[in-house]
């Protein structure tokens, strides 16, 4: 790791904590808009019905009640979302801004409740009467392609919104000549976000001006802002997004929901605010689920493990309504899958299907089933060839001089590290070591397992893997610093945050790039009026993408800078430098204080453009776009340590150890914060989260009492271990994280138990390892 920086790798406090943790912190609760009315929605109680009849009659009469809508008055004013990428075996389909004829999953919106309160709304929805004629559901993704299925989406015929292929060389004739090919399966649960803070919004239009300021929680404040201008007929320059504190989001705060756009229609019709917050049953039912993945290999082997071919065949389940193209998600598991092993010949056959459930969205780590799939590949080869799964790793990893490595699906892995950090976690954790302690464990009635999980995350996703990936979007952001008369350096950046610590790392970009204490830049975000158009919160690119704008933006202003101060000194230019505010010049091999600052040079760019030096404008202030790498990636590697109690079917974690190299840090502190956040996260899903329906399509997991998730007695102390290397193209050599300690907790800790249960030949396939299903495993088993 470089350590030319001054600010960048250096750990400092988060500066936000301060009104975080102390109350002082703005949320869409804390805005307060006078006259404000609050929003009710009435949901479906079934899974998939007709709506025959709504009569609102008796909760139109209740004192305080300002309005009733439907699905036929959204129809008036607003547009469906029409979500038709042209992507090769992916079917378009349209999204009603509400119902009008047919529900599609238990807590389906079907009318909205506006009065005085919550508290009044709520009551009005209650006595809001809705006949139903029931539909069959379908609540499996196997069932839902079967030939007499019921059908979701009627533009979505069979159920299968997406369908796609891929071959690269020819594994079929490998695999008929290899010495073995092994089999392996995986299925992850169905899961959602649960952000602290759930869902919300308030909307305000101003008659007079013809304009709609729309508060909410999100992660791409423009994105957003051209779609919810677009849905409601507007010009962009009629929407102001603000995007306050958000209380987490985990990508459930990137679409416009139906509720959203419901409320910020009904404060224009209205001409009064309206506001929506949602409980937490609405935000388990009918907010965003996802994960839900069933993948199955066949990897064609030498006798040595080697591996020759890889098929994948993958399903999901993206539930009722596709707010973001249905293929997303599992194309980008089937394209970064082989992560950092190599492979000549692969295919793979993808297929989305809907149910009637809640509709999908990016979770943290959409490509979270990627890394378990590829490690347990080659735990299962190691079963099947009786090797150590250690060796069987070693042999098919790439190795430094085969860097820059084009994978079968055209992806270029760069400027990572897979063997360091592979050798660096079992060196800390001895993996010879923990092999003795085993075996004597076992002798004496106790059963540890060990789990390992390399992981190579995709990081930035620029313009040009989109455009590869026949995805819409782009992956570019921008960004303005503008330096005050005073020296005070204000900064902005396009990306949403929500609770990641962007103003204290993308501060210290700032001021890397400019020469000045980060203590003197304030960034400004979430406000689409003030920042810049940029693509937002989403992926692990914000460091790559926001971090690298700001940092080559400051670049530029600090030329300036040292042109004026040059000028003014009247010394050649590559004589100065900024360091904390303070200009430098050299003189012979030392560097002295030159006698001017920053405020100096920013008062005469302001206060006296006349003195600036030919060609320079008056003021300081700087716009910069980036487009990163088509994809950056970082790299760890995980080791997990369990001891299986056998009688109860119980996982205890002894020990977790993360390797990981993720590039130049914007600020260690925010990168500790974020490899603890993702991996708990991903224990979490892999041992205990759940969204449960019945065969009915009833949700059972409406509260927090029924959808489990991880409290800090079941999580262990982690053992991060840097091993931080710079990435040669991007900006200040930022490689991006976040979500590669997802990928890495569920490889790693399905492998311990499977290490754990080898005594018995069983191997566990599905998630969440609950001790029921430990149990029936084991069942009959001697």
Known sequence: MSEDFRYLNKPVRRTEDYRLLTGYGRYIDDIELSGALHACFVRSPHAHARIMAINSADARAMPGVAAIVTGRDLLQWTNPLHMAPPIEGLLPVEIETMPTDTVRFQGDIVACVVAVDRYLAEDAAERVLVEYEALPAVTDMWQSLEPDAPQVDPMVPGNRVSHQTFTHGNPDAVSARAYRVVEATFNQQRQTHVPIETRGCAAQWDVGRQHLTFHIGTQIPHPLRTNLAGRLGLSESQVTVVSPDVGGSFGQKIALYREELVVAALARQLRRPVRWREDRLENLSAAANSREDFCRTRAAVDKYGTLLALTLEMREDFGAYCFFPANYLARVVAMVLSGPYRLDHYAFDVQIVLSNKCGNAPMRAPMSITSWVMEGTLEAVARELRLDPVEVRRRNMLRADELPYTTPTGEVIADVTPVETFEGVL????????????????????????????????????????????????????????????????????????????????????????????????????????????????GARSATAGGGALYLCAR???????????????????????????????????????????????????????????????????????????MTYSNSAHACEIEL???????????????????TLLNPTVVEGQQHGAIVMGLSGALFEEVIYDEAGQITTGSLADYMIATAPELPHLELIPMHTPNRTTAAGIKGMAEGGVMGALGAITNALNDALSPWGVVAERHPLTPMMVRDLLRDKP
């Open 645 to 663: 109690d056998v009688a109860t079917g119980a996982i205890q974690i002894l020990r977790y150890v993360i390797a990981e190299d993720c590039g």
């Open 427 to 538: 060196a800390a954790i001895d993996y010879a070591d923990f092999r003795a302690r085993q075996r004597e464990a076992l002798a004496h009635g106790r059963h540890l397992g060990l789990g390992l999980c390399n992981v190579v995350e995709p990081t930035t996703y620029g313009s040009r893997f989109y455009k590869a990936a026949g995805i819409p979007g782009s992956g570019h952001e921008a960004c303005w610093i503008r330096i005050e008369p005073t020296g005070i350096v204000n900064a902005s950046v396009g990306l949403g945050p929500t609770g990641q610590g962007y103003e204290t790392a993308m501060a210290n970009a700032v001021a890397e790039g400019l020469g000045v204490a980060p203590s003197r830049v304030r960034v400004l975000l979430g406000n689409t009026d003030i920042a810049p158009y940029g693509m937002g919160t989403r």
């Open 556 to 630: 530029d202003a600090r030329d300036k800078v040292l042109a004026i101060a040059a000028a003014r000194l009247c010394v050649p230019s590559d004589t100065v430098r900024l360091i904390d505010g303070c200009v430098e010049r050299r003189e012979g091999d030392g560097w002295f204080d030159a006698g001017v600052d920053l405020n100096d040079v920013a008062r005469q760019a302001y206060m006296d453009p006349t003195s600036l030096p030919p060609g320079l404008l008056p003021g300081l202030e700087f716009h910069r776009t980036y487009d990163p790498p088509a």
